[in-house]
């Protein structure tokens, strides 16, 4: 099984750009689909975008599609989250999950606060 931590979330202004990562240790870590998760103070945890095995599919969620990129390099076991054009309803912990089968593993999360 793999274990995740993320990292890279901060403040921004509304406009601005993060780019969050996923790392990842354990063994095939090629064979987990992953995905990002974002979840506010008292809401449902939401899926933001999702990137499979090797990569070659993503998929996104309507809020981010177009501005949010997921990507990942298995050689590295990580993946990333670049966010563009930040907006204040962005703000969220946000959380990435690998899993594989049965195997689901979650990251710790790291929070990405939006605000002038």
């Known amino acids: 099984q793999v274990h995740l931590v993320e990292s890279g979330g901060g403040t921004v202004q509304p406009g601005g750009s993060l780019r969050l990562s996923c790392a990842a240790s354990?063994?095939?870590?090629?064979?987990?689909?992953v995905t990002w998760y974002r979840q506010r103070p008292g809401e449902e945890r939401e899926l933001v975008a999702q990137?499979?095995?090797?990569?070659?599919?993503?998929l996104y969620s309507d809020p981010v599609r177009g501005r949010f990129t997921v990507s990942r390099d298995n050689t590295k076991n990580m993946v990333w989250l670049q966010m563009v054009n930040l907006k204040p309803e962005d703000t969220a912990v946000y959380l990435c999950?690998?899993?594989?089968?049965?195997?689901?593993?979650w990251g710790q999360g790291t929070q990405v606060t939006v605000s002038s």
């Open positions: 354990g063994f095939g870590f090629s064979d987990y689909t």
């Open positions: 990137i499979s095995a090797v990569g070659r599919s993503t």
């Open positions: 999950q690998a899993r594989a089968g049965l195997d689901n593993a």
